[in-house]
């Protein structure tokens, strides 16, 4: 056989076993190796090694250690510790000794050495880790590096080993640095003796002043102190150079010009020989012109030569300046003390200023600015403070008084942006607060106190179903109340005693159960199952929860527990952790429940029942062998189910438990193999029942159901029915497909869905014109749909689930055009909605509509303004309306927001100055607000004035009316019709 024997850098020889061979060179990822091919016979061993590089030296890695030790092995010669070219700071090396983690080498000197010298630091390879490099001589730390990391700027060591008889070279990472790759580049012994020179600068050891810092016109001082651990040096010279960077002074001088008002008194010292151990101090005087900014820096270049062996140090000296950090306290000395700006409230938002530079600083410019959209709902009463000089160290407070508007929205962001300026120095902070804003979220808790005691709810009984109310939000809702409809099929069957309770404020962590009492009618079917809608409104905003019900048994999702909990997510009842529907194996359940590992719940079933009834498994929006659980069930204390393991790709388990005299029964949800990853599973199905025949088919007991079981004893919640597509218990084709899956209409749509945190929507729902799609699991996914591109209005809504900030959607068409885009929660539109197609069809217009089919030469290409008008309530204006004129009184566009949040349009207005006035005849005016973008903002009720195009302020104009109360003249009434509506007079 034939083995290469390959080393980085160029060598015209290689040993071989000693003996000198003739190598080639060539390139190996953009580095030179030299190799020599060498022929093997079985059991043979050669040793190639590189020759010493000169007579004064030799490298570590042409020496054999007598011990090494690196954590992933031996120690690497003249590569890194994966087999690549050793690299420090952007530096490569052909010759050094390459380990990680943990290490130690050492080499028998035998006294023949008498100097060390080595580059050291974490390979390039790395951006992340730190370590200790160690050199030790017979016992003896002779140096330390302290902790490094991989951003060090290139280190040296150079070392007097004269006489050590043995060098040990140790690695340490730091704490979670286990891995980190280290280098000594370019190690290597001089074998003859020489000077070894040492520079270090002391830093300013005198100045005018005495600060200890260079000031613009001072003359001061450094020292620099060199000392030789090695041999006598010939003649010897120190040298200092200088070089300017602008630093953080507010200056437009060039380094070149900053560099010439540093001025050196000497450039150079001539030392003369140095000798072993010999230390010296050499001063240097510095000049720093008058016209030196504060805040310049410089660095000062020292230089250490005897011609031959050299040391270098740098210095980095700044001229003393202000510097400012600012920072915001708690808002406090709001009205009602809780530290949260509400509206109608005044508080006060403290702010301290801190000089944290080295020179005083001029009087300073304080100014605050409110940066959002928002700003005309807040006020500051001194928004702009001049403060005095601040000395380096020192702080200055200051307070700014705020008010908010009593109409100001809740749960509206305020973003303030503060600045400190001296005239030279200054410093930018912002912040943010939002008005306290309530969410409710509902719990249902289950029923209680059917009429004949026990657990079941029959026809002919009443029932207490328990719902909880918690406001998980910031602020107070205001008074409320809490309605029960019943809804659906069966609905007509069930009476709700108290359709509607008040409530008093309920206020942010505060929970509320409250019992709404049900009857089911005499004739109502058995089994039905039918559906409840509980609704919480304070006024202001609305809040809806939906929960089904199932009659003449148990269902464990409407039962009240004593206990429960889940691992992860909400407990699901009557569906999946995840939000959705309960689905084993492509089976779909109406009832059940739906937990995370590791789970639990607690019932009382008072010897009710004798029978306890479920389908389980991992639910279906788990894939691929994921999730890995065990169900268990407790009754009375004892185990008498456990399932064993259970993945994704188990089949459904049934199970009949004969709880005959049972007191309580405990459904115990563990996490297997895998610890609780994906851990989502179902107790479908799951219920008690006292009146089950053993034995007897369990399955659909609905004669009108396609899957309906003749000889099934009792339902089981998994009724299916013949869709459109003929496909039992299918959903029929999805709005826009036919049966085959072709789109019907003449648009296709590329629906794209994100997750920021990566496992999916978590019962999010985007429906377009009703076809309903979701994320199961991950960051991304993509899905088509259909739709009409002509003429049809296209409706979008998202929304349903859990963690809705995480959800991103985007809709796309054929041509790449992207029509909408959003997150969750959401409810508007896209194509024509309206009942014209005329507009501009010119896409570099502002208003274009890309669903004109006839141009209508309304297209801007010019002074073009966005009108967004929203709405807090989420429900349209309902009766404002806005109107746009000119300063001729001429009504120029009106209309209003018809529904939803937020809307826009595009107004095309001549360069001049306008009026825009919203008025307060709708039903909520206060939860209106308006923006021209970039111009001016507003609410409902006053008239504003603004500008377009011109750089003169456009402000409101006091003119007499025109024929205002249309009766042919002008006269007295037009003028009280004025005064009615602005508010002025005419002189």
């Not at 031959?308 to 950090?325: H, L, M």
């Not at 702080?395 to 100001?408: K, Y």
Request: charged share 15%; glycine share 12%; proline share 4%.
């Amino acid at each position: 056989m034939v083995w290469q024997a390959q080393f980085f850098g160029e060598f015209n020889e290689i040993l071989i076993d000693g003996i000198p061979t003739s190598a080639q060179v060539k390139d190996v990822k953009g580095s030179s190796v030299t190799y020599v091919d060498i022929s093997l016979s079985p059991g043979q061993t050669v040793t190639a090694s590189t020759p010493i590089s000169s007579d004064s030296h030799i490298y570590l890695s042409d020496l054999n250690a007598t011990y090494s030790s690196s954590q992933d092995g031996d120690m690497k010669r003249d590569v890194n510790s994966q087999g690549y070219a050793i690299s420090i700071d952007g530096n490569l090396y052909e010759k050094g000794l390459g380990v990680k983690g943990i290490s130690e080498i050492r080499y028998n000197l035998s006294g023949e050495y008498y100097r060390f010298s080595s580059d050291f630091g974490i390979d390039d390879a790395r951006t992340t880790g730190s370590g200790t490099f160690q050199v030790i001589g017979d016992g003896v730390e002779l140096f330390n590096s302290g902790d490094i990391n991989c951003f060090e700027e290139l280190l040296f060591i150079d070392i007097n080993v004269s006489g050590i008889q043995e060098l040990i070279l140790k690695t340490s990472p730091s704490s979670g640095s286990y891995d980190v790759q280290m280098n000594w580049g370019n190690a290597l012994f001089s074998t003859e003796p020489s000077p070894i020179l040492h520079l270090v600068s002391s830093g300013v050891v005198s100045d005018t002043n005495n600060n200890g810092a260079f000031d613009p016109g001072e003359t001061g001082s450094i020292e620099a102190t060199h000392t030789n651990v090695g041999v006598l040096t010939p003649d010897s010279w120190l040298l200092l150079s200088v070089i300017a960077t602008s630093g953080t002074c507010a200056t437009e001088l060039t380094e070149e010009q900053l560099t010439s008002m540093v001025n050196l008194e000497l450039d150079s010292i001539h030392i003369g020989p140095i000798g072993p151990d010999d230390e010296i101090i050499s001063p240097f005087f510095i000049t720093i012109d008058e016209a030196m900014p504060r805040g310049a820096q410089f660095e000062l270049h020292l230089t250490l030569t005897d011609g031959e062996n050299t040391a270098v140090q740098s210095s980095i000296y700044k001229i003393p300046a202000p510097e400012f950090s600012l920072e915001f306290g708690n808002i406090y000395s709001d009205d009602n003390g809780n530290g949260v700006p509400e509206p109608g409230e005044t508080f006060i938002l403290p702010t301290t200023i801190t000089n944290t530079g080295t020179y005083p600083s001029e009087a300073i410019e304080v100014a605050l600015f409110l940066q959002s959209q928002n700003s005309q709902f807040l006020t500051f009463t001194s928004p702009n403070n001049t403060l005095i000089a601040i000395n380096p160290g020192e702080s200055t407070s200051l307070e700014f008084q705020g008010h908010l508007a009593a109409a100001t929205p809740k749960g509206t962001t305020f973003e303030l942006q503060v600045t400190a300026y001296d005239g030279s120095f200054g410093t930018t902070q912002e912040m943010s607060f939002t008005t306290p804003y309530p969410t409710i979220e509902f719990i249902f808790n289950g029923f209680d106190s059917d009429t004949d005691g026990n657990k079941v709810i029959s026809a002919g009984e009443n029932a207490e179903f328990y719902v909880e109310i918690e406001n998980t939000g910031t602020g107070g809702t205001e008074l409320g109340a809490i309605s029960c409809t019943a809804i659906g099929v069966n609905s007509g069957f069930v009476t709700v005693t108290d359709p509607s309770i008040n409530l008093d404020i309920l206020y942010p962590g505060e929970t509320i159960e409250i019992p709404i009492t049900v009857y089911i009618e005499e004739t109502a079917p058995q089994h039905m199952i039918f559906n409840l809608e509980f609704s919480y409104s304070d006024g202001l905003d609305t809040f809806t929860f939906e929960k089904s019900i199932g009659t003449d048994v148990l269902w464990i999702s409407d039962a009240r527990w004593d206990s429960g909990y889940t691992g992860w997510g909400d407990l699901g009842r009557d569906k999946s952790v995840q939000g959705g529907t309960i689905e084993l194996n492509g089976v779909a359940y109406e009832k059940g429940l739906g937990l995370h590992a590791n789970a639990e719940i607690v019932i009382s079933l008072d010897n009710q029942f004798s029978d306890f009834i479920t389908d389980i498994g991992v639910d279906d929006d788990i894939t691929n062998g994921q999730g890995s659980v065990e169900f268990i069930v407790i009754v009375d204390g004892s185990p008498v189910y456990t399932s064993g393991i259970m993945d994704s790709d188990s089949p459904t388990q049934h199970l009949e438990i004969d709880i005959t005299g049972a007191s309580t029964i405990k459904l115990v949800l563990d996490e297997a193999t895998f610890g609780n990853s994906s851990d989502h599973a179902d107790w479908a199905g799951a219920l008690f029942t006292s009146n089950y025949e053993s034995g007897g088919e369990y399955g659909c007991t609905d004669i009108t159901a396609c899957n309906y079981n003749e000889t099934a004893v009792y339902d089981n919640g998994t009724c299916n029915f013949t869709d459109e597509c003929g496909i039992c218990g299918g959903n029929g084709s999805n709005p826009g497909f036919d049966c085959d899956g072709n789109c019907l209409s003449n648009g296709t749509l590329t629906v794209e869905m994100t997750d920021s945190y990566g496992d999916g929507w978590n019962g999010n729902i985007l429906t377009i014109n009703g076809a309903e799609f979701t994320l199961g699991g991950g960051y991304s996914g993509v899905e088509m749909s259909c739709y009409d591109s002509n003429a049809e209005c296209n409706f979008v809504t998202c929304g349903g689930g859990n963690y809705s900030e995480e959800v991103g959607w985007t809709l796309t068409n054929e041509d790449g055009i992207v029509l909408l885009s959003g997150g969750s929660p959401f409810n508007g539109t896209f194509g024509n909605c309206g009942t014209s197609l005329d507009g501009c069809s010119n896409p570099a217009a502002c208003n274009y509509n890309p669903n004109a089919t006839d141009d209508d030469d309304s297209c801007c290409l010019e002074n073009c303004v966005s009108l967004i008008l929203n709405d807090y309530g989420d429900n349209g204006w309902e009766g404002s309306e806005y109107t746009l004129l000119d300063y001729a009184s001429t009504v120029l566009y009106s209309g209003t927001l018809s529904s939803g949040s937020t809307s826009l349009e595009a107004i095309c207005l001549e360069e001049g100055c306008y009026y825009i006035e919203v008025s307060e005849q709708g039903n909520n005016p206060l939860e209106i607000s308006w923006i021209i973008d970039g111009i001016i903002s507003g609410v409902a009720g006053d008239l504003y004035s603004f500008g377009v195009g011109n750089s003169e302020p456009c402000e409101i104009e006091v003119f007499c009316p025109t024929d205002l109360n249309g009766n042919g003249i002008v006269e007295t009434g037009d003028l009280l019709l004025l005064l009615s509506e602005f508010g002025t007079y005419c002189e």
